[in-house]
């Protein structure tokens, strides 16, 4: 596996006052590897006032369209997003690895299905790859909800409006203002629980919808997803990706209650590291970053999953877990950013 790839910048899109679109240039020998399905991302590192950053970004494009490209929105003490909207050129070069994610659509996609796709400010990013792929790939019907404050804030509103027009029987659109006024009360506020329950039955039917994917800030999600649980929905029909500072917090310090230092022994491109971590301070991944552990990570905070790795043997703690699905749990994959050692020795593969 490659850890990065330096790649060059194609094109820049000003998408709107806050947001760009990035598409980047894929050499051919490189295209195997950075091959993608809709709803992954790609983590851009960059070095920044002399500190390395890494950031993950959805690609929004389509794997149809043979183009690798995502969506940037500034955020107020983003330093890469800032960078990426203000300072970065068509030509420039940045260093990138690999698609990555599990937020996809499933591997067939029946002319009957229906899904409701459902994003907040830039969580459209990964979503608008997927309704380009059901519409493309099949004859199933897509319901967005899409999210923002006003209007000049909708990222993609006319690529968007394209694919309405284009898919007029099987893109279901919707727009939803929380400072804007419009003429339908129904489409102004936020998306919230009470919202789909308005819209359940009016725009949709909840009990003919095969999947929901939602992507946007920790508290809509979460409360949107309890709200489909108790409509009957069941918990693997129920996808997302969460964007957000309360999603990539840092977690407590872990506290067990022996003194001393664990034994990791760390398997990655075929090689094994060994080094101490004392207990009651770093996660795995800080740990064995410390002992110039060339290891892939971007979030930091649970969601993204690009740390993942094995447990083979010993015990760990893991305090946030967005990422991994129940099974992952039971066959032992661990977030190395959140896990910190219970037991005296652990071994972990990145490899597998």
């Known amino acids: 596996m490659i850890h990065s790839a330096r790649l060059k910048v194609k094109k820049i899109i000003k998408e709107t006052d806050q947001a760009v679109s990035i598409e980047l240039e894929i050499p051919k020998e490189l295209q195997t590897e950075f091959q993608y399905v809709s709803g992954q991302y790609l983590t851009f590192i960059a070095s920044i006032q002399n500190e390395e950053l890494r950031r993950s970004y959805s690609l929004c494009s389509s794997p149809e369209e043979s183009k690798w490209k995502v969506a940037v929105k500034e955020v107020e003490g983003g330093r890469f997003s800032n960078f990426a909207c203000r300072k970065l050129n068509e030509g420039d070069e940045l260093e990138v690895l690999p698609p990555n994610g599990k937020f996809c659509l499933p591997s067939k996609i029946e002319d009957t299905d229906q899904f409701l796709l459902i994003a907040a400010g830039s969580g459209i990013t990964p979503v608008i790859s997927m309704i380009k792929t059901i519409l493309h790939s099949s004859n199933a019907t897509v319901f967005l909800l899409y999210g923002n404050q006003n209007s000049d804030q909708i990222i993609f509103k006319d690529e968007l409006l394209d694919l309405k027009n284009q898919f007029v029987d099987r893109l279901s659109l919707h727009f939803i203002l929380s400072q804007e006024i419009v003429e339908e009360e129904l489409f102004y506020g936020r998306i919230d629980v009470q919202k789909i329950r308005a819209f359940d039955k009016k725009l949709f039917d ?42 990539v917090s840092k977690p407590k310090s872990a506290i067990v209650h022996k003194d001393g230092n664990c034994m990791v022994n760390l398997k990655l491109d075929g090689r094994t590291m060994n080094f101490n971590l004392e207990f009651n301070t770093n996660s795995i991944l800080d740990a064995a970053l410390k002992n110039k552990a060339n290891l892939p990570y971007a979030c930091k905070g649970g969601v993204c999953c690009t740390c993942k790795a094995k447990l083979l043997s010993g015990k760990v703690n893991m305090y946030v877990n967005y990422g991994l699905e129940p099974d992952e749990i039971a066959n032992g994959y661990i977030l190395t950013c959140q896990s910190y050692p219970e037991s005296d020795e652990v071994s972990i593969d990145f490899d597998v």
């Open 206 to 247: 909840l009990n003919k919808i095969k999947e929901i994917f939602m992507c946007g800030p920790e508290a809509m999600i979460l409360d949107l997803k309890n709200e489909f649980i108790t409509k009957g929905l069941r918990d693997d029909q129920i996808h997302f990706e969460l964007f957000g500072i309360a999603a």
